[in-house]
């Protein structure tokens, strides 16, 4: 493997690591010797640099070779439709998630039937990570691309793997009645729960944020590859 590759695909092991590493094991040890506040501190610095680290070995690595052809039409077709749906359900995540820390989340798990997108998946914000970091293997089909956003994936669902043992302890049969209830893979039966309005929503900002991507990223973006 080349070096820069290896440079990269450790950076990306570390990235995850420490996520998984602070956020289990180490997780009391250090609220315990410096508060939830010092930990969270530790737990940000943590993640910037490694992530820096990681974006920067992105940078370095060399480009291809390809699975396929990059940006083909089936892959942009194919990446319009999943980052429109992580948006989705980005946006629908950001309000009443059981999942979040609250003083009240088993009195959401229990209490109330999955609506929105939680009648999706009860981890719509990391299946919106996941796709939109799929999306975008599609597109761009080389090592170091795959390396980058694969780590993404891997934290996101494997985090919400975790995050339910992490509720279970905590919450127990509330959250128990919630796992129940909804679904850890995405359910596109669900798709009817999500109010017009959020769909409306996700769509005006999926359109702002494709027009940013050609003067931000170089490389014009869904509708607007043809538009304009």
Same mark, same amino acid.
């Given at each position: 493997?080349?070096?820069?590759? &290896?440079?990269?695909?450790?950076?990306?092991?570390?990235?995850?690591?420490?996520?998984?590493?602070?956020?289990?094991?180490?997780?009391?040890?250090?609220?315990?010797?410096?508060?939830?506040?010092?930990?969270?501190?530790?737990?940000?610095?943590?993640?910037?640099?490694?992530?820096?680290?990681?974006?920067?070995?992105?940078?370095?690595?060399?480009?291809?070779?390809?699975?396929?052809?990059?940006?083909?039409?089936?892959?942009?077709?194919?990446?319009?439709?999943?980052?429109?749906?992580?948006?989705?359900?980005?946006?629908?995540?950001?309000?009443?998630?059981?999942?979040?820390?609250?003083?009240?989340?088993?009195?959401?798990?229990?209490?109330?039937?999955?609506?929105?997108?939680?009648?999706?998946?009860?981890?719509?914000?990391?299946?919106?990570?996941?796709?939109?970091?799929?999306?975008?293997?599609?597109?761009?089909?080389?090592?170091?691309?795959?390396?980058?956003?694969?780590?993404?994936?891997?934290?996101?669902?494997?985090? &919400?793997?975790?995050?339910?043992?992490?509720?279970?302890?905590?919450?127990?049969?509330?959250?128990?009645?919630?796992?129940?209830?909804?679904?850890?893979?995405?359910?596109?039966?669900?798709?009817? &729960?999500?109010?017009?309005?959020?769909?409306?929503?996700?769509?005006?900002?999926?359109?702002?944020?494709?027009?940013?991507?050609?003067?931000?990223?170089?490389?014009?973006?869904?509708?607007?590859?043809?538009?304009?």
């Amino acid at each position: 493997m080349d070096l820069r590759l &290896s440079f990269l695909l450790s950076a990306a092991i570390v990235f995850v690591g420490t996520h998984v590493i602070l956020s289990q094991s180490l997780r009391k040890p250090l609220i315990g010797l410096l508060g939830q506040m010092g930990f969270m501190a530790v737990y940000s610095l943590v993640a910037v640099v490694t992530l820096g680290w990681t974006v920067f070995a992105f940078g370095a690595a060399p480009r291809g070779p390809y699975a396929w052809e990059p940006y083909s039409l089936w892959a942009w077709i194919a990446a319009m439709v999943l980052t429109y749906l992580a948006l989705l359900l980005f946006i629908g995540s950001l309000v009443g998630n059981p999942a979040a820390p609250s003083p009240k989340a088993a009195e959401l798990a229990a209490s109330k039937e999955p609506v929105g997108v939680y009648a999706i998946t009860r981890h719509p914000m990391m299946w919106a990570i996941a796709l939109w970091a799929f999306s975008h293997i599609l597109l761009v089909p080389e090592p170091r691309t795959l390396i980058l956003l694969g780590a993404l994936i891997v934290l996101a669902l494997g985090g &919400s793997a975790m995050q339910d043992r992490k509720k279970q302890q905590q919450l127990g049969d509330a959250w128990t009645g919630w796992e129940g209830r909804t679904s850890f893979l995405p359910r596109l039966t669900g798709l009817g &729960s999500v109010r017009p309005v959020k769909w409306l929503i996700a769509l005006a900002l999926w359109l702002a944020i494709n027009w940013l991507h050609l003067p931000l990223g170089g490389v014009a973006a869904g509708v607007w590859r043809w538009v304009g």
